[in-house]
Nanobody
Framework: QVQLVESGGGLVQAGGSLRLSCAAS????????IGWFRQAPGKEREFVAV????????YYADSVKGRFTLSRDNAGNTVYLQMNSLKPEDTAVYYC???????????????WGQGTQVTVSS
């Protein structure tokens, strides 16, 4: 049981950057993997990135690898998703989610934030 709140979304031009934050409440945040997923209108929710409970493992979707960087501040109970070289195709609602395993599967994450809108214009 973890409560998550995303922030940092907004409107940015192609090639720009945004930094998303996922703030967690609860005393066991560091024991959870935190995944980022995104969903555009009319499309399935898709995996973006995930970081392990200890922060030692990260995985990125091929579509964002090399552009997005995930980090974790366990003491502050916050996970950051630094998004650089943004493309219009990155436009979506971005969600962070907590799970007990470091996977890329949406179904492995039980607790979800409310989402934050990212819009990339050309």
């Amino acid at each position: 049981q973890v409560q998550l709140v995303e922030s940092g979304g907004g409107l940015v031009q192609a090639g720009g950057s945004l930094r998303l934050s996922c703030a967690a409440s609860g005393r066991t945040f560091s024991s959870y993997a935190i995944g980022w997923f995104r969903q555009a209108p009319g499309k399935e929710r898709e995996f973006v990135a995930v970081i392990s409970w200890g922060g030692g493992l990260t995985y990125y979707a091929d579509s964002v690898k090399g552009r997005f960087t995930l980090s974790r501040d366990n003491a502050g109970n916050t996970v950051y998703l630094q998004m650089n070289s943004l493309k219009p195709e990155d436009t979506a609602v971005y969600y962070c989610a907590a799970g007990r395993r470091t996977t890329m599967a949406l179904s492995d994450f039980a607790s979800w934030g409310q989402g934050t809108q990212v819009t990339v214009s050309s």
